[in-house]
């Protein structure tokens, strides 16, 4: 599979099963439909508002960034913001195919979602764990 940033060929990463394509150039990954679920589960999170269906129906945010195309399917993606304070900004495929995350962006997601006053399992800690091993932000 191809980036859809960089066009380069993707590396497959594997996690608790779960299949995620990552670009090591742009260090943005594609998660099939149903794959960031199973990621938050792995996790112990809650999916919330962050499966497919659910940012599917979402409104399109208007922002200046390129319309990118599905690695998949190869139509152009619809850009979503999911999160709060900030906002994260990723690209969905119109065909429900998955989710793209530029580099970063998924790091931002899961620590919103992790809730720092019930965290007594150290979920936070396997995350940035997680997070730092597999899907470096950029600095």
């Not at 599979?1 to 099963?17: A, F, L, S, T």
């Not at 065909?95 to 962006?105: A, N, R, T």
Request: net charge negative.
């Amino acid at each position: 599979m191809r980036c859809p940033v960089c066009k380069v060929p993707m590396i497959i990463v594997e996690h608790e099963k779960i299949e995620l394509d990552y670009c090591t150039k742009c260090l943005g990954v594609w998660f099939d439909a149903g794959e960031l679920a199973l990621l938050l589960e792995s996790l112990d999170l809650q999916v919330g508002e962050l499966n497919i269906s659910d940012i599917m129906t979402m409104p399109e945010k208007a922002i200046a960034e390129k319309k990118r195309r599905c690695p998949v399917c190869v139509k152009k993606m619809r850009k979503a913001a999911i999160g709060h304070e900030p906002e994260v900004v990723i690209d969905v495929c119109p065909q429900g195919e998955g989710l793209w995350f530029d580099g970063g962006e998924l790091s931002q997601v899961i620590k919103q979602h992790v809730d720092k006053s019930s965290d007594e399992s150290g979920i936070s800690d396997r995350v940035v764990t997680f997070l730092g091993e597999v899907f470096q932000e950029r600095e």
